[in-house]
């Protein structure tokens, strides 16, 4: 059992690192290639457009064969599209299109490790997810610790990630998980309940503002507040602290208040520390950024919970996998957004109020449901 949640673990780890990289390496690249913040931002609103196209027939074909060989056969894949950012990057379009299909393929795993916990730990289902879910912040805070030293070692990082993914290949043949699979029909029908729909635009707009920060923070930091790099990594390191502290409690504070209020407490916290890190200046942005990221994923591993739930053990898969395609729009748009934001404004302060637009839209959600 520990080995399943092991494995589910890196895997997401390091999906989660491939496309959160992104908001240290742009730099680098962006020099090399000429890229305007527009330009910048839509390399990871690529990533997403493959992953949200993906993620539902990812679901199905996870609840149809297994997480196991779903999981292996995009960690295959991964290698090679990696290794071809590290033996090249020559041109802007090639760097679109290889981020375009790591989106198409990585959508598998992170359902794949959530089929893992419904079968494996659906009677602690949350507990479960949060600790899958630490993945997230612990990404963040391996980026912060290597971001300065990534600015001149980008291209050594592909290749670490595709050796990362041949380590998963390996280990997936290692997975133990019975097989509860359910027709692709009723499977399918998943994406009609309305619960579901409204708890998927929750994290919808959960992963807007989540994901939006954490592929700009650093650049903002830099770029449009004059920051050093050594200042916004240890920003970005207290913003990953955060989010870790607040995953692992976040199950216990469920007992007690319930998923909603939990949910609705921590989406009114990110949008008042977005206003005060604004305004903030000297060493006071640091206890924000750990604020800031508490807020900013305590409320994933409730909704996540809830919706496979919702669904049940045999549908886990497909619902995650709608669950993602339709709640990654979120980050999808806000990249770009935030980076559209910035070349008209070049506004630190817009750029962060942009960010909240996610959380209105799950608190209006989050009422509906």
């Known amino acids: ?32 290639l000429h ?16 992953y949200v196209t993906s993620s539902i027939p990812w679901g199905l074909i996870i609840d149809k064969i297994g997480p196991a060989k779903s999981m292996l056969i995009s960690s295959f894949i991964l290698i090679f599209l990696n ?27 992170f359902p794949s490790a959530m089929k893992i916990l419904a079968v494996s730990y659906g009677n602690k289902l949350t507990f479960y997810v949060a600790l899958l879910e630490s993945a997230g912040p612990i990404t963040i805070l391996f980026l912060s610790l290597i971001a300065t030293i990534l600015l001149n070692t980008w291209r050594l990082f592909y290749l670490f990630i595709s050796i990362g993914f041949l380590t998963l290949v390996i280990l997936t043949t290692k997975l133990n998980v019975k097989n509860v699979s359910s027709e692709v029909r009723k499977s399918f029908r998943i994406i009609f309940d309305k619960k579901i729909t409204l708890a998927t635009l929750v994290r919808l707009g959960e992963l807007w503002s989540t994901w939006g920060t954490t592929t700009w923070i650093f650049s903002m930091l830099v770029l449009y507040r004059h920051i050093s790099p050594e200042f916004s990594a240890a920003f970005l390191f207290l913003f990953g602290l955060g989010q870790l ?4 409690t976040v199950e216990r504070l469920s007992s007690i208040l319930g998923d909603k209020r939990v949910i609705l407490i921590n989406l009114l916290g990110f949008i008042i520390l977005t206003i ?9 942005i640091f206890p924000e950024a750990f604020l800031m990221g508490i807020f900013s994923f305590s409320y994933r591993p409730p909704t996540d919970s809830l919706i496979m739930k919702i669904a049940g053990e045999s549908k886990a898969g497909t619902s995650i996998g709608y669950a993602n395609a339709v709640s990654q729009i979120g980050t999808l748009i806000a990249p770009t957004f935030v980076g559209f934001v910035l070349y008209i404004t070049h506004s630190f302060a817009f750029s962060m109020i942009s960010l909240d637009i996610g959380c209105i839209i799950s608190i209006i959600c989050l009422f509906l449901l």
């Not at 950012?85 to 393929?105: A, E, Q, R, T």
């Not at 502290?245 to 692992?248: E, H, K, N, P, Q």
């Open 276 to 284: 005060l890190v604004i305004f903030s200046t000297g060493f006071m």
């Open 83 to 109: 290794l071809i950012l590290f033996l090249s990057i020559n041109s802007y379009l090639l760097l679109v299109i290889i981020y375009l299909i790591d989106g198409l393929v990585a959508a598998a795993i």
């Open 1 to 32: 059992m520990a080995k399943n949640l092991m494995i589910g673990w890196f895997g997401t780890f390091l999906q989660l690192l491939l496309r959160l990289s992104w908001g240290v390496i742009d730099l680098p690249i962006a020099l090399l």
């Open 35 to 50: 890229l305007n913040s527009v330009e910048m931002g839509f390399v990871a609103t690529a990533f997403y457009i493959g």
């Open 245 to 248: 502290i607040g995953i692992l």
